[in-house]
């Protein structure tokens, strides 16, 4: 399962600290978002795991949300044949 979390790009350190305190590896990219026609500097945090972590997922997103009082962090949850090698 690949999940990805977009939110602002702010508070970083904690935004990796909440990450981090559920998964030992994932990836951060910066980006651009647009949230009610407003440009805004983005995090994309991508999480790949070997089974589906629906509540896992969202409590982190639910942590950034509150972290960055935002008012939304979307999630996507994409099906997808990975492994770990």
Known sequence: MLYRIFTENVNRKKIE?????????????????MWKGQKEKSLVIEICTDKAEDA?????AK???????QEAVL???I??????I
């Open 17 to 33: 600290g909440i990450v981090t305190e559920r998964y030992i590896g994932y990836t951060i990219m910066n980006s651009t978002g």
């Open 63 to 69: 942590a950034i949300k509150r972290e960055n009082n």
């Open 75 to 77: 999630v996507q949850k």
């Open 56 to 60: 896992k997922v969202d409590w982190i």
């Open 79 to 84: 099906r997808d044949n990975i492994k770990f």
